[in-house]
């Protein structure tokens, strides 16, 4: 996968944000998240893709908004990017989507589920992502296969100068993530 990037990339630094009941993956439906047994599962296989495309994850992972809210402003300095899976947030996460947005970092939406599919099941049809509105962009309904593609996606697009490399703060990025 390296030839997807080139051999002199940058390291990009990416936050990966797991939201309300994701703790939870692998006790949950397993027709719609698939045959990931853990968080830490899933972490791991992040880890492992993310080692192949040169990119470097810090894993959050609350049930708590307020927490998740102190990580995004603690580590906005510290990294290019964040990915989250807002999860219990999805609707309710204007807190956290005006975090993400203020952080000047982008971020990609993440979801197991198919959004539109799971809101039509919902008495709501009209519920919505708080997210999508303010992100680089979207992954769902792929299971744990849009974590890879979504990452995927994120860094070609931070490696773009004309796309979202554009406003980039140019420091050093080899440091470890802290």
């Known amino acids: 996968m390296a030839e997807l990037r080139g051999p002199d990339a940058r390291s ?19 027709e719609l998240f698939g045959s990931v047994k853990s968080l830490a599962d899933l972490n791991a296989a992040v880890d492992e893709f993310a080692a192949k495309i040169g990119v470097r994850v810090q894993h959050f992972n609350s049930n708590i908004e307020g927490e998740i809210l102190n990580y995004i402003h603690g580590v906005a300095d510290e990294v290019d990017a964040f990915m989250i899976n807002p999860a219990g947030l999805t609707m309710f996460g204007m807190a956290t989507r005006d975090a993400l947005m203020e952080s000047g970092r ?5 979801h197991f589920a198919n ?10 049809h009209d519920a919505k992502s708080m997210f999508s509105f303010g992100a680089a962009g979207v992954m769902e309904g792929l299971r744990h296969h849009g974590y890879f593609g ?13 796309f979202l490399g554009a406003n980039v703060d140019p420091r050093p990025s080899t440091g470890p993530i802290e």
Do not use: H
């Open 150 to 162: 979504g990452m995927l996606a994120l860094v070609l697009a931070l490696d773009d100068d004309a």
């Open 106 to 110: 982008p971020y990609l939406e993440v």
């Open 12 to 30: 990009w630094r990416i936050a990966l944000i797991q939201g309300p009941n994701m703790s939870a993956l692998g006790k949950r439906d397993p």
């Open 115 to 124: 959004l539109a599919v799971w809101f039509n099941n919902m008495a709501t």
